[in-house]
């Protein structure tokens, strides 16, 4: 069983009409310091420069008119009614992590911790990116992220986003379960420490298509 991600695979060019570049959770909590998840991340974001590079990704996949979809991860009021949340989920709540009051209620939702990192903002408010309707646990299974491909004849996704061993790795199976040829951007993720972030690349290797650098994923999409 291999120990690493694999090697950058391409069978042949990018369709950039059917390729979609897929964002998990680019949310202030993860991404920004004063997020509340921002702490046991911190050391992994900063080694592979995941900020940076998640910007690089949205600037060439616009650059290269390559669908944007946004996976945004949202806990509103009445999801705190869940008699039965899973570990991490009873944490986030406990943090209140990505908290909003409800999906048509956007008060007090600008510059907090669910509202997305201000420097993709340019890229994500351009009346054009796909911001789905959020994921509540780990993979895209509760939103409508697949109908939104599938509709648009999608059928390739070039995904990077937080937190890499959680919800990028999900929306990986997920995906993949789903049919679509999937490549993941292993220095525009981050993890909870060095051991998640491993665990991850070995997932990555299993799973996904390809596993590629920010600049293999930005060459692809030229």
């Not at 998640?54 to 290269?64: F, N, Q, R, S, V």
């Not at 994921?135 to 939103?143: I, M, R, T």
């Not at 939104?148 to 390739?156: G, V």
């Not at 951007?185 to 070995?202: I, S, T």
């Amino acid at each position: 069983m291999p120990n690493r991600a694999a090697g950058p695979t391409l069978d042949a060019p990018l369709n950039l009409s059917r390729t979609a570049l897929v964002i998990t959770d680019p949310q202030n909590d993860f991404l920004r310091e004063d997020g509340v998840a921002y702490g046991p991340l911190a050391a992994n974001l900063q080694e592979l420069g995941t900020v940076a590079n998640i910007d690089a990704l949205l600037e060439a996949a616009k650059g290269a008119s390559v669908t944007v979809a946004i996976s945004p991860h949202f806990y509103f009021e009445h999801d705190g009614a869940w008699l039965h949340p899973g570990v991490l989920q009873r944490q986030l709540g406990q943090l209140g992590a990505f908290r909003r009051t409800s999906v048509i209620d956007s008060r007090g939702f600008e510059g907090s911790g669910a509202d997305f990192l201000e420097r993709y903002k340019r890229y994500i408010h351009d009346g054009k990116t796909i911001v789905t309707s959020p994921h509540k646990v780990y993979g895209p299974e509760s939103n409508d992220l697949i109908l939104q491909l599938r509709s648009r004849d999608i059928d390739t996704v070039i995904l990077a986003g937080m937190a890499a061993n959680l919800c990028t790795d999900s929306h990986l199976r997920a995906l993949v379960e789903g049919g679509f040829k999937a490549y993941l951007v292993r220095d525009a993720v981050a993890a909870p420490g060095p051991e998640a972030y491993r665990a991850a690349l070995v997932n990555y290797g299993l799973i996904a298509n390809g596993v590629w650098t920010t600049q293999e994923a930005i060459a692809a999409m030229r």
